[in-house]
């Protein structure tokens, strides 16, 4: 009776099952009852008397339950997982998601159970006006253990958030990652033949689409070998292991580069795992080379102790580990996503069917007014010739346009203000308005997003580092040893190269140059624009250029 008065708290109090009358049950005394084992037995007395009827719930006094935590084991410590937190999260409930940008600021965001990552990624897309394209991110940053690693877009965003711990230094940041689908492109330089065992077992250069499908492929064994940095757990103390990445797990050899199973260690698990960049390897951790990376279990939620702490010899090797790391873990729904962003590309911004054009812009022809009376150009090729010529006279349709450039004096990277101002389409806010007599020739790059002003060359390496070490990735900022001149940082081959543009003035007119006066731009956005085309004496094209948001 005390266990079912106990129970009466959480559910109605127990009563016995009602009687259909059919043979074999107990009708109150013609015979013994038929003994299930699926139901309890009741034991009366001699008298035989009817058992008095239970009292009901709601005859009950109402008692406050003292701990009503342990009622509820989705919101229970005791009953939860611990690598959840506070728990598995609700479907159908929602969510308050703080978003950081790279200038420090937030943004608070609510989103259901099921919201991932590239919802929540578009939803900040649109109230930014930033330019809608694939390789906006949203990042998880562990700042107190410098990790950090970019969010697939499957990934629901309240789970990842839930397993953070309490009172941890943990948010995510929305910035851009032209790195995130990179392997998925004709990349050779992102997989080295020394480093895939496939290739090594055929003696000879397997071609990128074949290795990724070999990845993808379930029935495939592809294996990733390399040599390792390994800090030893509760040292601080690294050695050198070779080792081997399959689909089962990470494995290390303790006696130079034998495969055989007796030398082979068990060092991680893929499937409860998450592979993040060490960003202050040296710092934190003394790591022998900056590459370092990081395999966090999903049960350490904070603290050193239990992190997987490896460093590779250079940034091609990391990179290579990584992208295995997250073939081997996701597999098609990694190539899902990139297919579905494909998509998204190719499609209208717009959301229905394409809008039919209006009346007032079918009604638009081309006008030539060079002569008394205007005409309709008819000629599509005449059409073309005038609007290149009208393009270039607006370049130069200026009157300060034949002085050497002042200085710029734009906000530098940490406030975030140049891609702010470029979506926009106003100038930096630290700089204002050009003056009336400054050239717009010195002016008009401010607006736009990849220019950074003043910027110094350590931090321009670290904001192309986390944008993705892509070739073609460029900014444009001022230069701290000429004050006349500008650098273009761009990236190649997973390498940083800044080169120096000169103003100069010959005849009375200014242009700037990178090859002392062999190629001439009458202002930087023509150079930027003519490298988007044309390499030059770059050693690639500009094909995605450095900007930040402030949200």
């Not at 006094?61 to 005791?78: A, D, G, M, Y």
């Not at 990552?117 to 330019?131: D, G, I, W």
């Not at 008394?372 to 349709?397: D, F, H, M, Y």
């Amino acid at each position: 009776d005390n266990a079912m008065e106990g129970g009466a708290q959480q559910s109605s109090l127990w009563e016995p099952p009602e009687h259909d009358g059919s043979p074999g049950e107990w009708d109150g005394g013609e015979g013994p009852p038929e003994v299930k084992r699926s139901q309890p037995l009741f034991i009366h007395g001699s008298s035989r008397q009817p058992p008095q009827e239970e009292p009901r719930a709601s005859s009950l006094p109402s008692i406050p339950n003292p701990f009503p935590e342990l009622c509820s084991p989705s919101n229970s410590p005791i009953l939860s997982s611990p690598a959840l937190g506070q728990g598995t999260p609700r479907e159908g409930t929602s969510h308050v998601v703080k978003v950081f940008g790279e200038d420090g600021a937030c943004r608070s965001l609510e989103a259901s159970a099921g919201t991932t990552a590239r919802q929540l990624c578009e939803t900040l897309v649109r109230r930014t006006r930033a330019l809608h394209d694939h390789s906006w991110a949203l990042v998880e940053l562990h700042q107190h253990l410098a990790l950090e690693r970019c969010l697939e877009d499957h990934e629901s965003v309240v789970e990842v958030q839930s397993s953070w711990a309490p009172g941890a230094d943990s948010r995510f940041v929305f910035r851009k990652n032209f790195a995130k689908y990179e392997l998925f492109k004709s990349n050779a330089s992102l997989f080295p033949e020394v480093m895939v065992s496939s290739c090594l077992e055929a003696n000879k250069s397997m071609a990128h689409s074949e290795l990724i499908q070999n990845f993808l492929n379930s029935g495939s064994c592809p294996e990733v070998q390399g040599f390792l940095h390994l800090r030893e757990a509760g040292r601080k103390v690294w050695k050198r292991f070779h080792f081997s990445l399959r689909r089962s797990g990470l494995y290390y050899s303790t006696k130079g580069t034998s495969k055989d199973p007796r030398h082979l260690q068990y060092f991680a698990d893929l499937t409860e795992s998450n592979i993040y960049y060490v960003t202050q390897g040296k710092k934190l951790y003394g790591t022998p080379t900056e590459f370092g990376f990081c395999i966090k279990p999903h049960k350490v939620r904070s603290g050193v102790k239990g992190l997987k702490l490896l460093c590779s010899e250079d940034e091609q090797s990391r990179s290579c580990w990584m992208a295995a790391f997250r073939l081997f873990k996701y597999g098609m729904q990694l190539y899902r996503n990139y297919q579905q962003a494909q998509a998204r590309l190719s499609q209208p911004p717009w959301i229905g069917p394409t809008p039919l054009r209006s009346v007032s812009d079918n009604a638009l022809v081309a006008m030539d007014f060079s002569g008394c009376t205007g005409r309709v150009i008819e000629n599509p090729s005449e059409v073309l010739t005038a609007a290149l010529e009208e393009a270039q006279a607006w370049r130069k349709k200026t009157t300060h346009r034949y002085s050497l450039p002042a200085a710029c004096h734009s906000s530098p990277l940490s406030a975030g203000e140049t891609g702010l101002s470029a979506q926009r389409g106003s100038l930096p806010r630290s700089g204002g308005p050009p003056k009336p007599d400054t050239p717009l020739a010195t002016a008009i790059h401010c607006t736009q997003p990849w220019f950074h002003g003043r910027i110094s060359r350590e931090d321009t390496q670290q904001l192309i580092g986390r944008q993705g070490l892509v070739d073609g990735v460029f900014l444009v900022r001022e230069s701290q040893r000429n004050p006349k001149g500008f650098v273009l940082s761009l990236c190649h081959l997973q390498r940083i190269k800044h080169y120096l543009i000169l103003p100069s003035e010959e005849e009375g007119r200014l242009y700037f140059t990178m090859d002392d006066g062999q190629t001439r731009f009458a202002d930087l956005i023509q150079l930027v624009e003519f490298h988007q085309i044309n390499r030059g004496i770059l050693p690639c094209k500009l094909r995605h250029y450095c900007t930040c948001v402030a949200l």
